[in-house]
């Protein structure tokens, strides 16, 4: 059974920094591309960032770019978001998804989410 | 990129059918076939209930399908149930390694 499992969501001052994961199980984590989704408090849904399988390609939203990076550990089945300079609008549940063997794909699992509110 | 554009809210009666849209542009709905519809019920994860436009994952009903046409793609869901009261979000490859959720649609179940 696929599993996702988020978590390192906090409160935390605006200009903070913050790093979530997401520890995963039931599939070879290394084959697929993985992405963190967020939803601001009765908002839709934001794609935030993409990592290829082996770590070699990331991509990013104009919205978090040159301030969150994604990276992943495969040797222990781990997504991780480190999250800088945080903003109000930054504040939201965060869900890690799994996508394809390649990033054209869709998101069929997702973890349960882990929230992230920044406020002073 | 902006969100693709659903309509805020759509109702039916049990049994009914429902159809809504999801609009884009030729940069993303337009020119990819990378369309996913996702279910979200209240304090849930989203769940991928469509995938490539009009696939489905294992398990999901065949009461849910979609279809694209041009820069719209819609979702239709036979035989309205109870449990399909949720909010539904189309999501598009919008090039570049990027991509694009719609705003939501709510669905009443009346």
């Known amino acids: 059974e696929v599993q996702l499992l988020e978590s390192g969501g906090d409160l935390i001052q605006p200009g903070g920094s913050l790093r979530l994961s997401c520890e995963v199980s039931?599939?070879?984590?290394?084959?697929?591309?993985m992405t963190w989704v967020r939803q601001a408090p009765g908002k839709g849904l934001e794609w935030v960032s993409s990592?290829?399988?082996?770590?070699?390609?990331?991509y990013y939203a104009d919205s978090v770019k040159g301030r969150f990076v994604i990276s992943r550990g495969n040797s222990d089945n781990t997504l991780y978001l480190q999250m800088n300079n945080l903003r109000a609008e930054d504040t939201a549940i965060y869900y890690c998804?799994?996508?394809?063997?390649?990033?054209?794909?869709?998101?069929?699992?997702w973890g349960q989410g882990t929230r992230v509110t920044v406020s002073s | 990129q902006s969100a693709l554009t659903q309509p805020a809210s759509v109702s039916g009666s049990p049994g009914q059918s429902i159809t809504f849209s999801c609009t884009g542009n030729?940069?993303?709905?337009?020119?990819?076939?990378?369309v996913s519809w996702y279910q979200q019920h209240p304090g849930n994860a989203p769940k991928l209930i469509i995938y490539?436009?009009?696939k489905r994952p294992s398990g999901i009903s065949d009461r849910f399908s979609g279809s694209k046409s041009g820069t719209t793609a819609s979702l239709t869901i036979s035989g309205l149930q109870v449990e399909d009261e949720a909010d539904y979000y189309c999501?598009?490859?919008?090039?570049?390694?990027?991509?694009?959720f719609g705003t939501g649609t709510r669905v009443s179940v009346l």
């Open positions: 990592v290829l399988g082996d770590g070699s390609g990331t």
């Open positions: 030729n940069n993303d709905l337009g020119t990819y076939n990378l």
């Open positions: 998804a799994r996508g394809g063997t390649v990033v054209r794909s869709w998101f069929d699992s």
């Open positions: 999501c598009s490859y919008g090039g570049s390694n990027t991509f694009i």
């Open positions: 039931g599939f070879t984590f290394s084959n697929y591309v």
């Open positions: 490539g436009v009009n």
